[in-house]
């Protein structure tokens, strides 16, 4: 709290109090949500952010496992050498032209057999008898599957979607970009890197990494297979990303 210590001098104290408590001066503040996004003056969320937990830099705020708002451009005007620092944590900031297409139109059938990967892999990941649509046995009506997410038991195949644990769009922004289109295409029909599970889950999960969506289950197991994957094809973790997959793993597996 500001007193004035004697007569002549109030004014000139009020003023200065009056500009260190003014609103401008949290703005300085950095804002990290509930969902761990970090929220400075130039996100238009800024001031909707009600419930945070707050930081006098983004860059701390990144670094304590925060992540940008989505298509955050802020620093990029401001201080060039600031936002170089902060895209390094951020790598969809950097590589934004994903399209599903880099890795090839849908499910591949690189044998011609009429089966295809999605085919394919509720065929080998099935523990109960396939019935097939038709006597051609190219496409599965049914079979018995059960959940890496959930343990539950799944018979339609119309119920399962075909997870990439690790996603297109996360391998894109950790080194996918710079494969041949061979490659890509080898990876996203990978069996390795697919698994049939509940198709309203792995549309939560989306294209997030380990530090951003588990499985209600079988977390280890998951966080394992996501692991041994990404290093398989040799992408590439941010330092704040390698911080927080290790303590993820040491959380979930123990090591």
């Not at 408590?21 to 761990?36: E, G, Q, R, Y």
């Not at 790598?91 to 880099?102: A, D, E, V």
């Not at 999605?118 to 006597?135: A, D, F």
């Not at 280890?220 to 990404?230: A, E, G, K, L, P």
């Amino acid at each position: 709290m500001c007193f004035p210590l004697i007569n002549n001098t109030f004014i000139t104290v009020l003023f200065f109090c009056l500009v260190a408590l003014s609103p401008s001066s949290f703005a300085d503040i950095v804002k990290k949500s509930k969902s761990d996004i970090c929220h400075d003056k130039y996100s238009s969320y800024y001031d909707r952010t009600k419930n945070f937990k707050s930081f006098n830099t983004l860059t701390s705020c990144l670094d304590s496992g925060g992540r940008l708002p989505k298509n955050y451009k802020g620093n990029s005007v401001k201080n060039n050498k600031v936002n170089s620092h902060l895209l390094s944590k951020e790598p969809q900031n950097i590589i934004s032209n994903y399209s599903r297409s880099h890795f090839g139109s849908g499910w591949a059938d690189s044998n011609k057999d009429c089966q295809n990967s999605r085919m394919e892999t509720l065929i080998s990941q099935s523990v109960g008898q396939i019935q097939y649509k038709t006597s051609k046995q190219c496409k599965v009506k049914s079979g018995k599957w059960i959940s890496t997410f959930t343990g539950n038991t799944l018979y339609k195949a119309s119920d399962i979607d075909i997870d990439h644990v690790v996603p297109l769009s996360w391998a894109w922004k950790h080194g996918a970009n710079s494969w041949s289109k061979s490659m890509r295409v080898k990876f996203a029909n990978d069996p390795a890197n697919l698994l049939s599970v509940e198709a309203s889950l792995n549309r939560q999960k989306g294209d997030k990494g380990l530090n951003h969506w588990l499985p209600p289950k079988n977390k280890c197991q998951y966080i394992s297979r996501f692991i041994r994957v990404y290093k398989t094809y040799r992408m590439s973790l941010t330092s704040s990303e390698s911080l927080q997959y290790t303590n993820i793993k040491r959380q979930y597996c123990g090591n």
